[in-house]
């Protein structure tokens, strides 16, 4: 990764994109603890809840664009609770950003982004991952979410233009 040059000013972004319940989060996590001071970002608080996929690549773009030439970003949070947007949270320039989520990629950040891991599983794990996690109640949430996602990698070619594909069926 320090072979490759500074994409958001004198930092580097790495977008870590793949399928509900794959592993993202863990990943994202590992890179954070292998690099001091990295900045994790988790999509999943920037969505407006279940439906808000179409809008996630503006609000991404809307924290990456300042970055790029070296300023500070933003991202307003979605409380998932009260089913509104809560507070606003900056994330400093420099060092090492990882956007952890499902459409964390998107074309219009595509030459700030230093690498793109996709991280896949089979879909009946991913689906009892999110099951055990969110609870039965969620399923209709997720399946309907697993159609929308499958919409966008399709349209975006987001696997396609990974650097790194990780595979977590264990």
């Given amino acids: 990764m320090t072979s490759q040059p500074p994409t958001l000013g004198a930092g580097r972004l790495v977008c870590v994109d793949g399928p509900a319940g794959s592993g993202k989060t863990t990943l994202a996590a590992a890179l954070a603890d292998l690099v001091p001071d990295a900045q994790v970002v988790h999509c999943d608080e920037m969505l407006q809840g279940w439906r808000g996929l179409p809008g996630l690549a503006e609000s991404v773009e809307r924290l990456v664009t ?67 996690r969110d609870g039965e109640a969620m399923r209709p949430q997720w399946l309907q979410w697993r159609l929308d996602e499958d919409e966008l990698f399709a349209r975006l070619g987001t696997r396609g233009r990974a650097d790194v594909v990780v595979t977590t069926d264990e």
């Fill in 66 to 132: 300042p970055m790029v030439s070296g300023g500070a970003g933003a991202w307003r949070r979605w409380d998932w609770a009260a089913d509104d947007w809560a507070e606003w949270h900056s994330v400093a320039p420099g060092g090492l950003l990882v956007l952890e989520g499902v459409g964390s990629w998107s074309p219009a950040i595509a030459p700030a982004v230093g690498c793109l891991a996709w991280v896949e599983a089979d879909s009946d794990l991913r689906l009892a991952r999110g099951m055990a």
